[in-house]
T-cell receptor
Framework: SQQGEEDPQALSIQEGENATMNCSYK?????LQWYRQNSGRGLVHLIL???NEREKHSGRLRVTLDTSKKSSSLLITASRAADTASYFCATDATFNYQLIWGAGTKLIIKP | GAVVSQHPSWVICKSGTSVKIECRSLDFQATTMFWYRQFPKQSLMLMATSNEGSKATYEQGVEKDKFLINHASLTLSTLTVTSAHPEDSSFYIC???????????????????FGEGSRLTVL
């Protein structure tokens, strides 16, 4: 099931530029996670932000969370061609191990 | 991080045959595994939650008799697509969480570890 909406659906930028993707959700959450999926592959966990956190960094990734607006953003700085992938947000609303997935943003980095 | 192995990576079969996909947690135990289906350019659709030693919990609209799930051990779950038809062609992905609190990241954060997916093509 999906509760998240991500925008944009697709994003194409030049290598070196920053990429920003947004995710909105509907219910209260315990945490929100971002995953990356290369074409035809499984998903890789990128970063998790808890509901009591507002911002988190991991390398070139910066995630923000606004629980009042029920939204999150993922910023990838200094993009590289290898960042080309689809990015999904997933919310953890309960502790039953199920995540609720957004529709994903397809990111293309042009060399 | 924890590793989940999924096999086969791709399979082509004739209509009417059954196909089994395996999902293994290689270095951790997983009481619960998840099976997803993904259509081209779309998000993950949760099919069922696989529970070790008990029946799987299927999402609404997913046929239990069509997609048989067996979770016989803490490291292995299998999905069998029975009497496959062309409309069953899809990308199937499994995932699991490390059950041991604090082992992989210092707390039970809820991170999922995914297999590489299995692409099924039914002719």
């Amino acid at each position: 099931s999906q509760q998240g909406e991500e925008d944009p659906q697709a994003l194409s930028i030049q290598e070196g530029e920053n990429a920003t993707m947004n995710c909105s959700y509907k219910t209260s959450i315990n945490n929100l996670q971002w995953y990356r999926q290369n074409s035809g592959r499984g998903l890789v966990h990128l970063i998790l932000i808890r509901s009591n956190e507002r911002e988190k960094h991991s390398g070139r990734l910066r995630v923000t969370l606004d629980t009042s607006k029920k939204s999150s953003s993922l910023l990838i700085t200094a993009s590289r061609a290898a960042d080309t992938a689809s990015y999904f947000c997933a919310t953890d609303a309960t502790f039953n191990y199920q995540l609720i997935w957004g529709a994903g943003t397809k990111l293309i980095i042009k060399p | 991080g924890a590793v989940v192995s999924q096999h086969p990576s791709w399979v082509i079969c004739k209509s009417g045959t059954s196909v089994k996909i395996e999902c293994r947690s290689l270095d951790f135990q997983a009481t619960t595994m998840f099976w997803y289906r993904q259509f081209p350019k779309q998000s993950l659709m949760l099919m069922a939650t696989s529970n070790e030693g008990s029946k799987a919990t299927y999402e609404q609209g997913v046929e239990k008799d069509k997609f048989l799930i067996n979770h016989a051990s803490l490291t292995l779950s299998t999905l069998t697509v029975t009497s496959a038809h062309p409309e069953d062609s899809s990308f199937y992905i499994c995932s699991a969480r490390d059950q041991i609190v604090g082992r992989t990241s210092g707390s039970n954060t809820g991170e999922l570890f995914f297999g590489e997916g299995s692409r099924l093509t039914v002719l």
